[in-house]
């Protein structure tokens, strides 16, 4: 297990963007898939993206996809999520995740460390 530690959260306006960061401690980073979850207050976490161990591979909901960007940079222990043209559905909290499995990578079952979560809250 790798401990993960958010940051970036805030108040943004609809239409505006932010960049989550989260950074790992521990060891093999860079053999684990990273993802971001959120959840939403009354909800079920959600998957919102991953990324593979290289950055070959990221995956996306369909309700970001084309809005938000995930990143990795493995010399920094570190995995970013660009989000832009946030909307007030978007208001949640956003977990970043590890896991070493590489399938269904998009259910909260399939990872074993979480950090502990940065609130994001889009006003309209």
């Known amino acids: 297990q790798v401990n993960l530690v958010e940051s970036g959260g805030g108040l943004v306006q609809a239409g505006g963007s932010l960049k989550l960061s989260c950074a790992a401690s521990?060891?093999?980073?860079?053999?684990?898939?990273m993802g971001w979850f959120r959840q939403a207050p009354g909800k079920e976490r959600e998957f919102v993206s991953a990324?593979?161990?290289?950055?070959?591979?990221?995956y996306y909901a369909d309700s970001v996809k084309g809005r938000f960007t995930i990143s990795r940079d493995n010399a920094k222990n570190s995995v970013y999520l660009q989000m832009v043209s946030l909307k007030p559905e978007d208001t949640a909290v956003y977990y970043c995740?590890?896991?070493?499995?590489?399938?269904?990578?998009?259910?909260?079952?399939?990872?074993?460390?979480w950090g502990q979560g940065t609130q994001i809250t889009v006003s309209s």
């Open positions: 995740s590890a896991t070493r499995k590489m399938d269904s990578l998009d259910s909260t079952r399939q990872y074993d460390s």
């Open positions: 990324i593979t161990p290289s950055g070959g591979g990221t």
């Open positions: 521990g060891r093999m980073f860079s053999r684990y898939v």
